[in-house]
């Protein structure tokens, strides 16, 4: 869900960070004032349903020249990939953003995980998808 804002005909877009279902739709803004007036702006929301994002298909990760490779397939819509790593089980920490698979990584000791975001022009992100 995406929540999409008119002000004072002004227009923004936000994006709902949570899964939204109809019986969720209870949105409060409010307005303290506006630059050279005390009265505030009308403000008026509505709501537009989108096609969530999904993540990369597959992901992949070798090791070349000492390095990590990350593969994925290409997702529709995505206009980057945001990848993240977890050595030994901590938590994932973000390693870079690319336009296009694969993606280099400095190659680290001990168990590690990648995973892949894909993420649109608005930078929504997909559900990570965790490498193998």
């Known amino acids: 869900m995406i929540a999409d804002h008119t002000i004072a005909g002004g227009a ?10 109809t019986e969720d739709w209870k949105v409060h803004y409010s307005v303290s004032g506006a630059v050279g007036s005390s009265v ?6 509505r709501f537009i349903q989108y096609d969530p994002l999904p993540g990369p298909a597959s992901c992949q990760v070798t090791v070349e020249s000492g390095r ?9 819509r995505a206009t980057e990939y945001v990848i993240y790593r977890s050595v030994e089980g901590s938590e994932f ?6 336009q296009a698979s694969p993606a280099p990584d400095d190659h ?3 168990r590690v995980v990648h995973r892949v975001e894909s993420r649109d022009s608005h930078n929504h992100a997909s559900a990570p998808t965790i490498c193998n």
Do not use: I, L, N, Q
């Open 93 to 98: 920490h973000h390693r870079g953003k690319f």
């Open 12 to 21: 923004w877009t936000d994006p709902v960070s949570e899964p939204v279902t």
């Open 108 to 110: 680290s000791e001990g």
């Open 40 to 45: 505030s702006p009308k403000v008026s929301c």
């Open 68 to 76: 990590f490779r990350v593969a994925w397939e290409p997702v529709s």
